[in-house]
T-cell receptor, first 113, second 113 residues
Framework: GAGVSQSPSNKVTEKGKDVELRCDPI?????LYWYRQSLGQGLEFLIY????????KSGLPSDRFSAERTGGSVSTLTIQRTQQEDSAVYLC???????????FGPGTRLLVL | QQQVKQSPQSLIVQKGGISIINCAYE??????FPWYQQFPGKGPALLIA?????SEKKEGRFTISFNKSAKQFSLHIMDSQPGDSATYFC????????????FGKGTKLSVKP
């Protein structure tokens, strides 16, 4: 079946603009995660959804970042008033349940000019 | 405080050689230790994973060795091939309660023909 998909694959925006990044998890996967990968760095956890609720938002770097998930499926990560330091690859992963065997999407490469 | 420390940052191995990547963790509550492989422009893909109740797990040319008392685990790639050239990430999680993976910073492996 289809894997995790993310859109757009690339996004260039101007500083101060808002951006929305979309993640379509594998069908039936109840857990969904967002990570951020900066150049040359490891993956930084942002937020975890179980169904439509987010029991762990501890990784969101500031209140400019928010995420939602609807219908236990699609998730949107929103970054308001983007800053240059927000430039990174934003990765989404899903798993059948909880933390194990996370399947990653290809990521959205965000560049803030 | 970095909870999962990975070394080396980069590794060059000749074709046919053994690639060894090491990780150390601090939180004794971690109970799931996966390794992910990432090719340029792609999301990470699960390679192999281990739980702390076993000391070694082998899948084809890939082996995880786990030392619970030392809080260390390593990835061994036997008969390394140019196609193995990628970035490898170790990770750890507490399966269930927290739901997110803590990643090492990655090792860029280059296998020379």
């Amino acid at each position: 079946g289809a894997g995790v998909s993310q859109s757009p694959s690339n996004k260039v925006t101007e500083k101060g603009k808002d951006v929305e990044l979309r993640c379509d998890p594998i069908s039936g996967h109840t857990a969904l995660y967002w990570y951020r990968q900066s150049l040359g760095q490891g993956l930084e956890f942002l937020i975890y959804f179980q169904g439509n609720s987010a029991p762990d938002k501890s990784g969101l770097p500031s209140d400019r970042f928010s995420a939602e998930r609807t219908g236990g499926s699609v998730s949107t990560l929103t970054i308001q008033r983007t800053q240059q330091e927000d430039s990174a690859v934003y990765l989404c992963a899903s798993s059948p349940d909880r933390a194990e065997t996370q399947y990653f999407g290809p990521g959205t490469r965000l560049l803030v000019l | 405080q970095q909870q999962v420390k990975q070394s080396p940052q980069s590794l060059i191995v000749q074709k046919g050689g053994i690639s060894i990547i090491n990780c150390a963790y601090e939180n004794t509550a971690f109970d799931y230790f996966p390794w992910y492989q990432q090719f340029p422009g792609k999301g990470p893909a699960l390679l192999i994973a281990i739980r702390p109740d076993v000391s070694e797990k082998k899948e084809g040319r890939f082996t995880i060795s786990f030392n619970k008392s030392a809080k260390q685990f390593s990835l061994h790639i036997m008969d390394s091939q140019p196609g193995d050239s990628a970035t490898y990430f170790c990770a750890a999680s507490i399966g269930g309660s927290q739901g997110n993976l803590i990643f090492g910073k990655g090792t860029k492996l280059s296998v020379k023909p």
